[in-house]
């Protein structure tokens, strides 16, 4: 009697972790939310940083193919979100991950100069707060509360 063996080839995927590092003009680094996107399939997994302006994210997979000769790449962008307004929001960043490695991007914010007057071509300086120019110059305006803090 011949007996078969049957043989099970299991691929192991390489994965990485990704450290995403907040930092800010004015110490408010916690509750900000990142997304992270793979670009080969557009695979994405939203974030919230802690109390340290940290992130640490599950392992990602490294290798867009089997062989390990492409690499993913992974877009990490901060959200536009209530905790970030105000603030001038960076450019989103594009990382491939290393075996054996965190790979790591930092991003950080300014606040936005509020009250400010600002020239519009030609015409006199006009205050960007001021709603009678929203239509005129396209300015749009995102309801808020507002609420004077202590410095």
């Known amino acids: 009697m011949a007996k078969h063996i049957r043989m099970i080839s299991l ?79 960076p450019d989103s960043q594009t990382v491939e991950l290393s075996e054996g490695e965190i790979a790591s991007v930092s991003f950080h914010n300014k606040p936005i100069e509020i009250g400010t007057k600002a020239t519009v071509e030609g015409e006199k300086e006009i205050d960007p707060l001021d709603k009678g120019h929203a239509d005129r110059y396209g300015i749009l305006y995102r309801s808020c509360s507002w609420q004077r803090v202590a410095r």
Not at 12 to 27: M, P, Y
Not at 41 to 63: F, K
């Open 11 to 89: 691929i192991r995927r390489k994965n990485a972790q990704l450290k995403i590092v907040k930092t800010s003009e004015d110490g408010v680094i916690e509750g900000i939310k990142f997304r992270v996107t793979r670009l080969e399939d557009s695979y994405s997994a939203e974030y919230v940083t802690n109390a340290a302006g940290e992130i640490l994210t599950e392992t990602l997979p490294i290798y867009a193919d089997k062989d390990g000769a492409t690499k993913y790449q992974y877009k990490v962008e901060e959200l536009d979100t209530e905790e970030t307004f105000g603030y001038q929001l």
